[in-house]
């Protein structure tokens, strides 16, 4: 079946670019996940939706990061005016919503900063 | 916020061997432990999760223990292969609040040697 889909696989811009990112969460998963690792580090939390809702932005690292979510479908992570510092792989990360729900994870977007 | 403390940061072991990885927090209010394998390129993919109303689950050669007195955690992988060769992540779900986000350690480099 269908996973978690995100796109661009690879991004290169330079820095003081805005870029977007896409994910696809996978069919019927109400809840969904953004998180940033950086090279040889774990994953580190950005921001969580439910629905198009987003309740907690809390890792949301600067007022440049952004995201949104059009119903139970697709999110757009947004960051504007890019520094070399948000060079990093952002993972997308579906459940369904609830307590103790499984987050199943796409391949990410890998953005480098130059 | 919540820490995790994840050991070893990496493990070699020859094939055949066992292979244990073992996670430590601080948050009782943690409720919900998985653990992910993640490949070279790829995103993180769930191997196993626990839940805190259970002491171990096993699924074929990899089981997990949790041990909620003493708030830590552990990976085992039995007859290892070489396709276990990868970087584990434990991580963790405090659902305390409305938020069911991960905090992940810092991942462990497990290497099987044939």
């Known amino acids: 079946g269908a996973g978690v889909s995100q796109s661009p696989s690879n991004k290169v811009t330079e820095k003081g670019k805005d870029v977007e990112l896409r994910c696809d969460p996978i069919?019927?998963?109400?809840?969904l996940y953004w998180y940033r690792q950086r090279l040889g580090q774990g994953l580190e939390f950005l921001i969580y939706?439910?629905?198009?809702?987003?309740?907690?932005k809390s890792g949301l690292p600067s007022d440049r990061f952004s995201a949104e979510r059009t119903g139970e479908s697709v999110s757009t992570l947004t960051i504007q005016r890019t520094q070399q510092e948000d060079s990093a792989v952002y993972l997308c990360a579906s459940s369904l919503w609830g307590i103790a729900q499984p987050q199943h994870f796409g391949d990410g977007t890998r953005l480098s900063i130059l | 916020g919540e820490n995790v403390e994840q050991h070893p940061s990496t493990l070699s072991v020859q094939e055949g061997d066992s292979a244990v990885i073992k996670c430590t927090y601080s948050?009782?209010?943690?409720?919900?432990f998985p653990w992910y394998k993640q490949e070279l390129g790829k995103g993180p993919q769930l191997i196993i999760d626990?839940?805190?109303?259970?002491g171990e689950k096993k699924d074929q050669r990899i089981a997990v223990t949790l041990n909620k007195t003493a708030k830590h955690f552990s990976l085992h992988i039995t007859e290892t292969q070489p396709e276990d060769s990868a970087v584990y992540f434990c991580a963790l779900e405090n659902s305390g609040g409305s938020n069911y986000k991960l905090t992940f350690g810092k991942g462990t480099l497990l290497t099987v040697n044939p």
């Open positions: 069919s019927g998963h109400t809840a």
């Open positions: 939706f439910q629905g198009n809702s987003a309740p907690d």
């Open positions: 626990i839940r805190s109303n259970v």
């Open positions: 948050d009782s209010a943690s409720n919900y």
